[in-house]
Structures are given as C-alpha cells and as structure tokens.
C-alpha cells in the first residue's frame, strides 16, 4: 500500500521541523526516508502522498523546499519510468541534502532571538531616556518584556520574529523609538489614502502605477474595506507596528498605510495576492468593487539570515536633531517631495488677490482682510538643505525667513504660521526662527538626558572633538551633567539645553510684532512640536487644529541587533514645554481645536482657511 513507512516518517519528522523544532535526528530520519523513497523507486502514488501532506505545512520556506525536491524526484522518477541513472539519483539527493543544511542552518534559533530581544531590553534599560517616564504613562517595562518573551517564543519564521521586534517597540508609543528591517523591499496597490473625519479616503494617485482607465478612483472617495476586511480592522492590525506618540497620530499613520506596505515596517502582502476593495463614490450610496493586485519593488527580505545588513543606509543623526522625516521618507519614498508632509509649498488655496512674498523654498504672501491685510508663512521643517547637494543650508534659508518677515511686518497686521506636517529639525536652528517673534530674551528648549557612563562617554568625545568651538564647550558642559547625575544614581539629569541654557535673544534685525495663530496638526513632530510648544508657551501665538505627535527627545541610531540586523533609533531625551509639561505623548495642544472636514480636503481647505482666519481676525484689536 501507498502508506510506506518511509513516506510516514518523511511526513512526521517534516512536521516536527515546521513547527520549530528542527532536531539532527529529525533531519536525518527526514533524509533517509526520502532516499528510501527515491533509490527504491517507490511508486509514483505513493511519492505524490508523500508530497501532498508536505505542501500542507504551514513553514513557507521549509515546505516549499521540501515539495520542490520531491516534485523534481517524481518527475524524475516518471520520465524514466520508474528506473533513474544512478547519477541522476544521487544528484537529486545531494541537491536535497545541501537544500536542508542550509535552510536550517540560516534560521534564528531561539537562543539566537532571545540574544537580540535582550540586546535591545538591556540597551533601554541603560540608555532609553523616557523609560521611567512611560510608566507614569500606564506602559509597564518589565510587563511588556514578559508578553514579548513568549511571543517570541512562538514565532516560527525570522519574519514573525522580526515583526515581533517592531511590535516590542511600538508598544512604547515613541514616535523617535523605532525599529527597521533592512530591506528595501515594498508594496502599494498603486495610489493614497489619508484619514478625514474618521474616514480613509483615497489622497492621490501614482499614475506611475495606475492609469485613469484602470483606477477610476478620484480624491475624497472612500475606502470601505479590502477583501471585505473593514478598513478599521485593518488600522488596528497596521496600529500595533506604529510607534506615534499620540492615538489621533497612531490613528492617521495606521490609514496611511493601509494602501502602502513598506517592508521595513510592516509585513508584506504575499507575492502574487489581489485587493479587492470596496469604495464609495464621494458621499453617495454608491459602492463599487474593484481588484488591484499587489505591486511589489524593491529587494525582499531574506527570512534566513542577517546578511543583508546594510541596504538601509546609515543616517547620522545630529545631536540636537529633532526630526520625523524618516517616518515620512519611509512611506512615500521619492514621492515625498511631492506630497504636503515637510513641504515649503501651501496645500491651502492661495487668494486670488494676494500678494506673493516667497514661493519656492516656503510660501509667504499677504492678502486683504476686513481689517487689514494678514500674512501667511509656511515653515515645513527646521533643518534646511540645499536641494541639490543635500549640504547644510541654514544661513540661506534664515536669510531667507529673515527677508518675508520683514516684508510681513511692513504690510500685515496679523500672521499666519502654517507648520502643519512639520517634520522637525534642528534645535538651535528652531530657536533662530523663534527669536523672530519674540521682543525679549527668553529660556532654550529643556531637557532632561538619561544619566549614565554611555551617554556621558558620547557627549565627551564630542566635547573633545569639537573643543575650540562654542558647540563644544556646551557638549562638555552637557557630559559633565550628565557624568554628575549619574555618579549619583539619578536616572535621568536636572533640566538643561543644548545651549548651556543661555538666554535666546531677540533677533536684532527683524522681528514680527503683530498677532499670531499657528496652524498645527498631529504630523507635525519633533521639532514640530517643540516649536508652536514654545510659541505658545511665551505667550507669542495661539495654536489652531488638532494636537501635534508628540514626540518628544532627540534620537541615537543604535548598533543593528546581532542576529536580525534589525535597525533601532531610540530616544535618549526628554524635553518640555515652558509650562514644564513633557513634549512626550503630550505633544502642543491647540487654543482652538479644529478637525480638517471631507470638504476640506476636497476642496483646497477653503473652509479650514475661512475658519482660521476668522479666528485671527478675533485676536486683532
């Protein structure tokens, strides 16, 4: 009968390795039963039963190799009717010998996951900055540490555990604190989706990957579900690999990526899978059904080994740098600069009647009002380069500032900064633009440093690198507070800045003296929340829109974990807002609330303007 006792043992220790128990004497058994099958030229029905319940297996990689070999057996043994060459035999059993070697040599074992978790909860244990600030916040480290140990307990594929890492993460809800695969490679289903009112509606389209025939799809109609998953199933499945610092932010990056998948972050639809999605015609009662396949670019994972580290390239982080680009550049990819997010253009109607000061690298213009004329400046970032090279282009563009507000004050009685979607910067460059607005000297950002030998060791050699320099007396000054606190045991440093908290003085040339209502969202991170936080806490201007990301300390890029080559950036800081109250998961919190509409995205935010200005048009006297 077709039942051998060769084809059950093939079937049972197969089993055993798919579930993550690879033994040498299950291998072995596996091997030789598998050449008793094929030296024996058992028959052909009784390979295929062998075959069958190897292609059930739920272990992708191992499965698979496992059923190829036997395929090319078989039709080896069916192509010369039962009776292979001797070498043609031996080829195909050294073939499925090396095929098992490796494949099981190249998948973490558990030791080797357990030695990457632990590299990584021991590097928070010494180095996170907010670490004991998140317990005040209801996220308990040593219970976190225990879920995840016995979820990577469970994962059978490098896949699982390496999305496991980035779900350990997360949980921190740290916009900075992130996790990466290094790999390049993604899908999208070819166009985007934000979050409006509650509702995932489509943004735009890549027409580099859907045409208008294909994708009849326009602006503002919403996605209902893929492959008749809500779409609120699927942003709380895409939620939990999402570090934001704040729900509304969590909320909105989750239905950003529903259409988008990079695999650095996110597990990747399986090769050759369709959407189907259901979406609705604007606002109607119109449903209708349409099935786009995956598009995939980019270099897969290997699920097998770390070998390749490095397709990420490493990004130096400054030590004042408080930036969210990354988050941005890793879902839009070249398509960033054409989107709204760390943009210097306006996505708000420009009225017909105004009168352009800047357009390119920010807008800046002033229109007439009924009570005078009012400006409109957009800052999309604090860390200003030079398009084409990439180099530090900051005395450019504060010139640059420096010359709209000075047309600004002469021909304005009111502002409007627009820092929605800020994606953040430098420190001392954002307390530059401040000093723009404020008529008397005022403190620097504030921090708290995580106090330890590591932190003061990197601030030292920074200090000593860069010792005739003002910046680096203020490392040294940093590292020696650091050093001290420490040496008492504190966990984290008395409040400081980046620049030995000197007083930040006016701008002596130009400043804007009028009103001011600062437009901010809850992409606006980092820097963009360290900005309208110190706007708003001097008093200078009142904050419109929705609460920002709440990100709230300076980033280090961590060495790759050892086994994964996972990429980790984790926040060694804290900083607060004047009012004393930490940035992070807290974020700046508008004066006057304001959640962007349906018709508002549609149409050029015509009534989100009417609606901000009218409130500055309340603040002017």
């Known amino acids: 009968m077709c039942f051998t006792k060769s084809s059950y043992w093939v079937k049972k220790r197969a089993r055993e390795c798919t579930l993550g128990f690879p033994p040498v004497y299950a291998l072995y058994d596996i091997k030789c039963s ?48 039962g009776a292979m060459p001797n070498f043609i035999r031996t080829f195909t059993l050294l073939i499925f010998v090396f095929s098992i070697n490796s494949l099981f040599a190249n998948s973490l074992t558990l030791e080797q996951k357990y030695s990457d978790f632990y590299q990584l909860v021991n590097t928070m244990k010494a180095s996170y900055g907010p670490l004991q600030y998140k317990e005040t916040q ?211 109607a420009i009225p017909k009647d105004a009168t352009i000061i800047m357009n390119t690298p920010f807008m800046a213009y002033y229109h007439p009002t009924e009570k005078g004329n009012v400006g409109y400046l957009r800052i999309p970032h604090y860390s200003p380069t030079n398009e084409t090279t990439g180099a530090w282009d900051g005395e450019l563009r504060f010139a640059q500032y420096e010359y709209a507000i000075r047309e600004l004050e002469k021909n304005t009685v009111g502002l409007i900064i627009d820092q929605d979607h800020n994606c953040g910067g430098r420190v001392d460059y954002l307390q530059s633009l401040v000093s723009l607005f404020i008529d008397i000297p005022f403190k620097p950002l504030q921090f708290q440093f995580r106090a330890n030998k590591v932190n003061y060791l990197y601030y030292l050699k920074f200090a000593n690198e860069y010792s005739s320099t003002i910046e680096g007396q203020n490392m040294k000054e940093i590292a020696e507070l650091i050093k001290d606190a420490w040496q008492k045991g504190d966990f984290m440093t008395g409040m400081t800045s980046f620049s030995s908290n000197d007083l930040v003085y006016p701008n002596p040339k130009y400043r804007y003296t009028k009103p001011i209502l600062m437009l901010i969202d809850e992409n606006s991170g980092s820097g963009g929340d360290a900005f309208p936080s110190m706007m708003q806490g001097f008093e200078r201007a009142k904050l419109f829109g929705t609460r920002t990301m709440g990100a709230g300390g300076h980033v280090s890029q961590l060495p790759d974990l050892n086994y994964s080559g996972i990429k980790v950036n984790m926040t060694k800081s804290l900083f607060y807002r004047p009012d004393g109250v930490a940035v992070e998961n807290n974020g700046a919190e508008p004066n006057i609330p304001y959640t962007i509409t349906r018709d508002d995205f549609i149409y050029e935010y015509k009534g989100y303007q009417k609606a901000y200005l009218a409130a500055l048009l309340e603040m002017i006297n």
């Open 138 to 348: 209801g996220i308990i480290f040593d219970d976190v540490v225990n879920e995840f140990k016995e979820k990577i307990e469970k994962t059978h594929t490098n896949g699982e555990f390496y999305y496991t890492i980035i779900e350990f993460v997360a949980r921190f809800q740290d916009s900075h604190f992130s996790a990466h695969l290094p790999t390049t490679h993604r899908a999208t289903l070819g166009f985007y989706t934000d979050l409006v009112d509650g509702k995932v509606l489509i943004d735009s389209i890549n027409e580099n990957f859907l045409s208008k025939e294909t994708f009849s799809f326009v602006k503002g109609d919403e996605i209902i579900s893929i492959n008749d998953q809500p779409v609120s199933e699927i942003m709380k499945e895409i939620g939990k690999y999402i570090s934001g610092g704040t729900k509304e932010n969590r909320d909105r990056m989750s239905a950003i990526y529903i259409p988008i998948r990079p695999g650095s972050l996110l597990p990747i639809p399986h090769s050759n899978t369709k959407a189907k999605l259901k979406v609705r015609r604007g606002t109607s009662n119109i449903i209708e059904e349409i099935e786009l396949p995956w598009i995939y670019t980019g270099a897969p994972i290997d699920e097998y080994s770390s070998v390749n580290k490095g397709l990420i390239s490493q990004k130096y982080h400054d030590l004042d740098m408080l930036s969210v680009k990354d988050i941005w550049q890793n879902i839009y990819g070249d398509q960033l600069e054409i989107t709204y997010f760390c943009s210097g253009s306006s996505r708000v």
């Open 34 to 81: 598998l050449h008793r099958i094929v030296i024996n030229k058992t028959p052909n029905s009784c390979l295929k039963f062998s075959i069958n319940h190897l292609k059930d297996f739920q272990h992708p990689f191992r499965s698979l190799t496992l059923y190829i070999i036997l395929e090319y057996s078989a039709f080896n043994i069916q192509f010369y009717g």
